[in-house]
């Protein structure tokens, strides 16, 4: 008995040497509570950049400061909220990201008349002006709080009675079958996506190991891919033949410039015009792709631009966008279009459109597992495994798709991470296998969407005409040339010489912002 009471003692007195321990750490460390992880407000400026400071962070939750620490060797990014190598963070001396202040959404009594909402100083702005991409409150509070939960204009839940194919399609969950088709009756298609230049570094992959001609589909027409192509260093005169080649041409900006959340929360509606509409001009002027024909965007680094991005779409007339990558999840996501809320959570810190876009399609990244880890893109997994475990890997999320929903499998690739021998030929033992089933169709993104918005039986795709033009000829006016005009252009924003490759004229100086036709302003 008076051992029980001896421990009973002991684990009071812990108790309140924690609790003074807590009460210590909270006066060292004072509270920031506005969701976000943030540093030490009290550290010492000098010490800012050691690693040591620059790994720590804290989160506050109802006045209670909790303590955190990146693992050995990674430092915390305040602006990305991620702990990430020492030499991607440049923001260790930044406390906190500054917070605006938070309209009055809702009160007891009305402050505003109807159809107006309050800015957090309590003036009335029209509603319509809120989330819009325009600061119009004078604090800005107005275009600070745009997630779905606090966007006065946010788009509403999925309603199927108002949302029909071919031009809107929505599920609570994200999950449902287009068409009410069951599992068995779907084409399992299969999106295999590259970002960035078409050049000579890439163009014997795309030729030879990756779509080569004796790679087809079941309906006898060849496999196809679909590139984002950013602007530097790519070769115009390959992309024609890529979209001759039927591949789908798509949009990756002009600049891809950093830093990534530069994308996400500061460029403007006109900084996207500049980069996504400039960069299908330089495609459709120089690749000879025509305007039609590009349909998609996907933005540098996966960091999408909220409403931004998608008003420029709008107004552009871009048919999809496929930047949002999705938890994962079995059964995994189907693509959607805008018209209501995303079916799933925004991931990663990133600003997903609250708005509703009526007609604009979200090809959402279904992240592929490995392991204990997920990826979006395939080359952001980790790079330590054999070649017999990718190949597994890539079977394993077939199965994942196959076996439930059928959801498109994409796989999303930079070219560097087919550099290394066990990639390239754990790859081509996964496509081996896809080619050889009879109910397994290799297309791009827009072919997706195609058959999303007609949704055919298995049975009957052989006659689902928009995936059997291989037999049309391409018009010679619209050829690849054999050898494309090599132009040495000055660039006078990047300050050097730059190499355009084209089967088109040659530009007077190089392409670039507000200037994607190379016209020479002198």
Same mark, same amino acid.
């Given at each position: 008995m008076r051992e029980s009471v001896w421990l009973v003692l002991l684990s009071v007195g812990l108790g309140e040497s924690i609790r003074e321990e807590r009460s210590g750490f909270r006066e060292k460390v004072p509270c920031i509570e506005n969701g976000k992880f943030y540093r030490n407000p009290n550290m010492k400026a000098e010490f800012a950049f050691r690693k040591k400071e620059c790994s720590e962070y804290y989160l506050c939750i109802e006045g209670e400061v909790f303590d955190f620490q990146c693992s050995t060797g990674l430092k915390f990014d305040i602006r990305r909220q991620i702990c990430d190598f020492a030499d991607t963070v440049d923001n260790c001396d930044m406390v906190a990201e500054r917070t605006v202040p938070k309209p009055i959404l809702n009160t007891d009594e009305p402050i505003c008349r109807t159809g107006e909402t309050a800015c957090s100083d309590g003036s009335c702005l029209p509603t319509e002006l809120f989330c819009d991409g325009h600061p119009d409150c004078l604090d800005g509070s107005d275009e600070g709080w745009c997630d779905p939960e606090h966007d006065p204009n946010a788009a509403p839940s999925c309603n199927y009675a108002n949302c029909t194919l071919p031009d809107c399609f929505c599920s609570t969950d994200g999950t449902l079958i287009p068409g009410a088709?069951?599992?068995?009756?779907?084409?399992q298609m299969i999106v295999i996506t590259f970002d960035d230049a078409v050049n000579d570094e890439n163009w014997d992959l795309y030729q030879d190991k990756l779509f080569p001609p004796s790679y087809k589909n079941p309906n006898g027409c060849p496999i196809h891919g679909t590139f984002y192509v950013s602007h530097q260093y790519?070769?115009?005169?390959?992309?024609?033949? @890529?979209?001759?080649?039927?591949? *789908?041409?798509?949009? %990756?900006?002009?600049? %891809? &410039?950093?830093? *990534?959340?530069w994308w996400?929360?500061?460029?403007?509606?006109?900084? =996207?015009? +500049?980069?996504?509409?400039?960069?299908?001009?330089?495609?459709? !002027?120089?690749?000879?792709?025509? /305007? *039609?024909?590009?349909?998609?965007?996907?933005?540098?680094? @996966?960091?999408?631009?909220?409403?931004?991005?998608?008003?420029? /779409? !709008?107004?552009?007339?871009?048919?999809?966008?496929?930047?949002?990558?999705?938890?994962?999840?079995?059964?995994?996501?189907?693509?959607?279009?805008?018209?209501?809320?995303?079916?799933? &959570?925004?991931?990663?810190?990133?600003?997903?459109?609250?708005?509703?876009?009526?007609?604009?399609w979200e090809m959402p990244l279904n992240q592929i597992t490995m392991e204990e880890f997920s990826c979006a893109m395939v080359d952001s997994c980790p790079p330590y495994f054999s070649e017999t475990e990718l190949t597994e890997m890539f079977l394993n999320n077939f199965r994942r798709h196959y076996d439930t929903n059928?959801?498109?499998?994409?796989?999303?690739?930079?070219?560097? =991470?087919?550099?290394? &021998? &066990?990639?390239?030929?754990?790859? !081509?033992?996964? @496509? +081996?296998? /896809?080619?050889?089933?009879?109910?397994?169709?290799?297309?791009?993104?827009?072919?997706?969407?195609?058959? /999303?918005?007609?949704?055919?039986p298995l049975s009957q795709m052989e006659s689902f005409l928009p995936w059997n033009t291989c037999s049309d000829t391409v018009p010679l006016e619209e050829q690849a040339c054999n050898i494309p005009r090599v132009c040495k252009l000055f660039s006078r924003e990047l300050r050097r010489e730059r190499y355009l490759y084209t089967c088109k004229e040659c530009p007077q100086t190089y392409p670039w912002i507000k200037n994607e036709f190379g016209l020479d302003f002198k």
């Open positions: 088709l069951q599992p068995s009756d779907v084409p790519t070769n115009y005169a390959m992309v024609q033949k @890529l979209w001759n080649q039927g591949h *789908e041409i798509a949009v %990756h900006s002009i600049t %891809h &410039k950093g830093p *990534e959340e996400g929360s500061n460029a403007t509606i006109e900084d =996207w015009f +500049d980069e996504m509409v400039g960069q299908a001009n330089i495609i459709n !002027r120089f690749g000879g792709v025509d /305007m *039609e024909d590009i349909r998609g965007v996907r933005v540098p680094f @996966l960091s999408v631009g909220w409403n931004r991005q998608f008003l420029m /779409m !709008r107004e552009f007339g871009f048919v999809y966008d496929s930047s949002i990558a999705a938890p994962v999840s079995d059964p995994p996501i189907w693509p959607y279009t805008l018209d209501y809320q995303i079916p799933h &959570k925004c991931i990663g810190n990133r600003r997903c459109p609250s708005r509703s876009f009526p007609g604009i059928r959801a498109p499998l994409g796989l999303y690739f930079h070219t560097l =991470w087919f550099k290394q &021998k &066990k990639n390239r030929r754990a790859f !081509r033992k996964f @496509l +081996d296998e /896809m080619v050889k089933r009879d109910d397994v169709y290799i297309v791009s993104n827009w072919e997706v969407i195609q058959w /999303m918005q007609n949704p055919t």
